[in-house]
């Protein structure tokens, strides 16, 4: 018997992938793990900049061999970005 769990991520926004790394084979299983998981295709973005996170946008990067996506819940007026760790999927 085959047990297969799927966890949708849900968000709000935009999600944003910083793969820290330009080895284009670990950005593409990164993307179809994301888009496996319920991520639209369309809404990932590669961006390393946390300066445009908004409240509500993912932020997911790549921790070998996890990634680790971070829920933005709050961005102050000094730029200050507060984020939560919501889960972690092995690559």
């Known amino acids: 018997m085959l047990l ?3 966890m949708v991520i ?4 935009r999600v944003f992938l910083a793969p820290n790394t330009s080895d284009e084979e670990i950005i ?3 993307k179809n793990l994301l888009v496996y998981n319920g991520i639209d295709e369309g ?3 590669i961006s390393y900049n946390t300066n445009e996170l908004e409240e509500g946008d993912l932020f997911i990067s790549y921790d070998p ?7 933005v819940y ?6 200050i970005i ?9 690559l």
């Open 4 to 6: 297969l769990i799927i």
């Open 10 to 13: 849900n968000y709000s926004k």
């Open 65 to 71: 061999p996890d990634l680790v996506i971070r829920n």
């Open 82 to 90: 507060k984020m939560k760790s919501i889960q972690m999927l092995k």
């Open 28 to 30: 593409l299983k990164a």
């Open 74 to 79: 709050e961005k102050k007026r000094s730029g």
């Open 43 to 45: 809404d990932i973005l």
